[in-house]
């Protein structure tokens, strides 16, 4: 998402975190699992969380 000028990585593991959280809660919303160990697929789920989460801070900075 071309943030790594802009942030640190103190805000990458926070959002990275926040990310993780996040996925989970959409992967809830469509009837699926959320992060429930370190799994492959718990991995895919937290860097989608991940994803959206940078999407939306860097909609709301602009």
Request: charged share 10%; no cysteine.
């Given at each position: 998402?071309?943030?790594?000028?802009?942030?640190?990585?103190?805000?990458?593991?926070?959002?990275?975190?926040?990310?993780?959280?996040?996925?989970?809660?959409?992967?809830?919303?469509?009837?699926?699992?959320?992060?429930?160990?370190?799994?492959?697929?718990?991995l895919?789920?937290?860097?989608?969380?991940?994803?959206v989460?940078?999407?939306?801070?860097?909609?709301?900075?602009?």
């Amino acid at each position: 998402m071309k943030t790594d000028s802009s942030q640190g990585t103190m805000m990458d593991i926070v959002l990275g975190i926040i990310g993780a959280v996040v996925g989970g809660f959409l992967m809830g919303l469509v009837g699926q699992s959320g992060v429930n160990g370190f799994t492959l697929y718990s991995l895919g789920v937290a860097v989608i969380g991940a994803i959206v989460v940078i999407y939306i801070g860097r909609m709301l900075k602009r």
